[in-house]
């Protein structure tokens, strides 16, 4: 069953601008992830964050994790053309599988 | 340099044909997996192997067998019993088999069955 639901499914916005992802999740969960995918390439790891963490941060990439809204969301300030991809994000299938489930992404264009 | 490698990157294949995608890690890695996209989807886990000569079913194994004998390579075979097996395969490692750690994908290959 799906863990991790990103909202929006797609988002359009022109370079400069900043980008905000959300992920909601069903069950309590150890960590999650969020991945970046360009058209027809593989995953590439963006951030890890603990459940016990409220914020992470990674160049122009921050991502918080509200446990008690089981949801976390993920913003890339001053966007660039080259962000243009899917992300994804991914949890424990029910909190301590140890598997991690993927939710469907989101879908970011960045216009330039 | 480090990482995955999948071949090839396109494959196509008659109905009725068993299909064997290849899968080389060069990171030392423990753990490896196979994960199966569809259009608009999501990754689905196929299945996964923690060690050497181990591995166990994910969420959609039916049609699919795979092998671990050596560290560095988790081949997948896509059997005729597939009955929907047109997609994009992932192949991803990570240090040991677990959600703490962080998953390594190679490029991916993309089956194409008439």
């Known amino acids: 069953s799906q863990q991790g639901e990103e909202d929006p499914q797609a988002l359009s916005i022109q370079e400069g601008e900043n980008a905000t992802m959300n992920c909601s999740y069903k069950t309590s969960i150890n960590n999650l992830q969020w991945y970046r995918q360009n058209s027809g390439r593989g995953l590439v790891h963006l951030i890890l964050?603990?459940?016990?963490?409220r914020e992470k941060h990674s160049g122009r990439l921050r991502v918080t994790l509200d446990t008690s809204k089981k949801s976390s969301s993920l913003l890339i300030t001053a966007s660039r053309a080259a962000d243009t991809a899917s992300y994804f994000c991914?949890?424990?299938?029910?909190?301590?599988?140890?598997?991690?489930?993927f939710g469907k992404g989101t879908k970011l264009t960045v216009n330039p | 340099d480090g990482g995955i490698t999948q071949s090839p990157k396109y494959l196509f294949r008659k109905e009725g044909q068993n299909v064997t995608l290849s899968c080389e890690q060069n990171?030392?890695?423990?753990?490896m997996y196979w994960y199966r996209q569809d259009p608009g989807q999501g990754l689905r886990l196929i299945y996964y192997?923690?060690?050497?000569?181990?591995?166990q079913k994910g969420d959609i194994a039916e049609g699919y067998s795979v092998s671990r004998e050596k560290k560095e390579s988790f081949p997948l075979t896509v059997t005729s019993a597939q009955k929907n097996p047109t997609a994009f395969y992932l192949c991803a490692s990570s240090p040991r088999q677990g959600v703490d750690y962080e998953q390594y994908f190679g490029p991916g290959t993309r089956l194409t069955v008439t």
């Open positions: 990171l030392n890695h423990d753990a």
């Open positions: 964050i603990r459940s016990n963490e």
């Open positions: 991914a949890t424990d299938k029910e909190g301590g599988s140890e598997k991690l489930v």
């Open positions: 192997s923690q060690i050497v000569n181990d591995f």
